[in-house]
């Protein structure tokens, strides 16, 4: 059972392990929705997520022989390290589960604690019947991810830190994956002042706790393929879930294509690398009417990879129009190339990439193909440039745009 009492000493313990994450008052959100918009940034943890705080909680309520046996979890990445760091302070051992697909720096940063790193399954459901196989084979404790009331206490200690520094807050946002999160936020968010709504946000296409509290119960996605790999879970917690009917009050789903333009909303505005997952509060405010409210949306986490980072960027701007592809056909004769270059350059536009293609047509002197990227400021510019270049007679004819 969660209880009040429980909250206040896993808020004195995970003290220990976390770095004070004070609220960061949003100009740019707090504009965009007309609320008071602050951002909780856990991502800024020692481990790069919220995860320690349930790790650690519930580590701490093991006994010695428990402890001593190792433990073993299952993981995405972030309760991974969160283990690996806790069990490092207790100084015993962890064997961390993780599916294939985990982002390297999640499976590196894990090994650095002193965890062994098992890779096992596509999902992190596969990664957890697999480390429950392990556990019985091997005796060791298992520290499940969400579906623990301890675990979710730990988590549940942010909610205590917002209403401190900000008691008049009336909106709470936090992502969802298998719940444990949105369980601990909630439930003490409740017992400290009820008038506090929470709205849980998960990926439309893992949207395993819209499905259960639909059912009434938890029920297997068939999959869970969503960019928002921390909260890629087909299957909710049965131990935490009644927590979840009871203090949430609503659930929103949110398309991998939004977490592409929040992504770049926050490291322009905010300056902050903040992985997909943990976007997911800041790209559900579009869908709420919140104006002149306090809001809090849970950052949960910020580990992400420089591969995905740079694919998420890329596919962020070609998203909103600021870089662009098109082609023209031109003949085959000298200047014709220096043309389109003028033209574009008289319209501020900016080429970063051409691809000449002298085999379109059989007949070179008719016309060859130039493909541009181009870096414009936004959907208005891209149509001047567009604009310009039909008008000097070239047909631009927009493609899929690569900067690779």
Do not use: W
């Not at 896993?10 to 100009?27: D, F, G, M, R």
């Not at 301890?150 to 209403?163: C, F, K």
């Not at 017992?191 to 639909?214: D, F, H, Q, R």
């Not at 592409?260 to 903040?274: P, Q, R, S, T």
Request: hydrophobic share 40%; net charge negative.
């Amino acid at each position: 059972m969660m209880t009040l009492e429980k909250f206040e000493e896993a808020s004195e313990l995970v003290k220990k392990v976390t770095n004070p994450t004070k609220l960061i008052y949003s100009e740019y959100l707090s504009a965009q929705t007309g609320a008071k918009v602050y951002l909780k940034p856990e991502n800024m943890q020692h481990t790069g997520a919220y995860k320690i705080r349930g790790a650690y909680y519930k580590i701490s309520t093991l006994t010695d022989e428990e402890r001593s046996r190792g433990l073993i979890t299952a993981s995405a990445g972030n309760h991974a390290q969160g283990v690996a760091f806790a069990a490092k302070q207790f100084g015993c051992k962890a064997t961390i589960v993780m599916p294939t697909v985990t982002p390297l720096i999640k499976v590196n940063r894990t090994k650095s604690f002193g965890a062994d790193v098992v890779l096992h399954g596509d999902v992190y459901d596969d990664a957890y019947a697999y480390a429950c196989k392990l556990a019985e084979e091997n005796g060791y404790t298992f520290v499940h991810p969400f579906n623990d009331l301890d675990v979710a206490t730990g988590q549940g200690t942010i909610a205590m830190e917002i209403v401190q520094e900000l008691p008049t807050v009336d909106y709470i946002l936090a992502p969802i994956g298998g719940g444990g999160l949105i369980t601990g936020i909630s439930t003490l968010a409740k017992m400290l002042n009820p008038k506090i709504k929470v709205v849980g946000v998960e990926p439309s296409e893992a949207a395993s706790m819209t499905a259960a509290l639909k059912a009434g119960e938890p029920v297997e996605l068939p999959s869970a393929n969503t960019i928002a790999d921390g909260t890629a879970v087909k299957e909710v917690g049965d131990k935490i879930l009644p927590y979840v009917k009871e203090n949430v009050d609503e659930v929103l789903l949110v398309e991998d294509d939004e977490l592409i333009g929040a992504f770049l909303d926050m490291v322009e505005n905010h300056k902050m690398i903040v992985e997909n997952s943990g976007l997911l509060s800041v790209a559900a405010l579009k869908q709420m009417d919140i104006k002149g409210k306090k809001v809090v949306c849970v950052l949960s986490g910020g580990n992400m990879d420089v591969i995905t980072m740079s694919s998420i960027v890329q596919h962020g701007l070609i998203q909103r129009d600021r870089i662009f592809s098109v082609s023209v056909l031109l003949p085959d004769k000298p200047g014709e190339l220096a043309r389109v270059a003028q033209t574009v350059a008289d319209v501020q536009g900016n080429i970063i990439k051409l691809e000449h293609n002298q085999f379109v047509s059989t007949n070179r002197n008719a016309a060859v193909e130039l493909r541009i990227t181009m870096e414009a400021f936004g959907t208005d510019h891209k149509k001047k440039i567009l604009d310009a270049l039909d008008k000097a007679g070239f047909r631009p004819k927009l493609i899929s745009a690569k900067l690779y």
